[in-house]
């Protein structure tokens, strides 16, 4: 059974750098094809990007490009969401999510395609 964990949340000033953690234990990553997430509370989940475990093939949501990047370290069975240039805007819950291997194509899969998730992590962006 797939566990993940997410950190690196916490309150960053506006302008600021963010890196994003989503450790995983018991299978390899490799395996799945690994998204990002965040909402707010009263809103819908936003799909944030995703990559593929076979490949390493990032896509991003159409309003996700530019100032997030998604990443894996494969040594670490982590992957990493960063977050340039914050905004008050990106301040939610931030989430990962493994699914099936070779669902991450344009457009990037939803919540529904994924299995496993992680608890989230909270961002708060305020100066």
């Known amino acids: 059974q797939l566990q993940l964990e997410e950190s690196g949340g916490g309150l960053v000033q506006p302008g600021e750098s963010l890196r994003l953690s989503c450790e995983g234990s018991?299978?390899?990553?490799?395996?799945?094809?690994m998204g990002w997430f965040r909402q707010v509370p009263g809103k819908e989940r936003e799909k944030i990007a995703c990559?593929?475990?076979?490949?390493?093939?990032?896509h991003y949501a159409d309003s996700m490009k530019g100032r997030f990047t998604i990443s894996k370290d494969r040594a670490k069975n982590t992957v990493y969401l960063t977050i340039n240039a914050v905004t008050p805007e990106d301040t939610a819950v931030y989430s990962c999510?493994?699914?099936?291997?070779?669902?991450?194509?344009?457009?990037?899969?939803?919540?529904?395609?994924?299995?496993?998730w992680g608890q989230g992590t909270q961002v708060t962006v305020s100066s």
């Open positions: 018991g299978p390899v990553l490799d395996y799945f094809d």
């Open positions: 999510a493994a699914g099936t291997r070779d669902y991450c194509v344009l457009p990037i899969p939803g919540a529904d395609d994924y299995t496993y």
């Open positions: 990559i593929r475990g076979t490949d390493g093939t990032s």
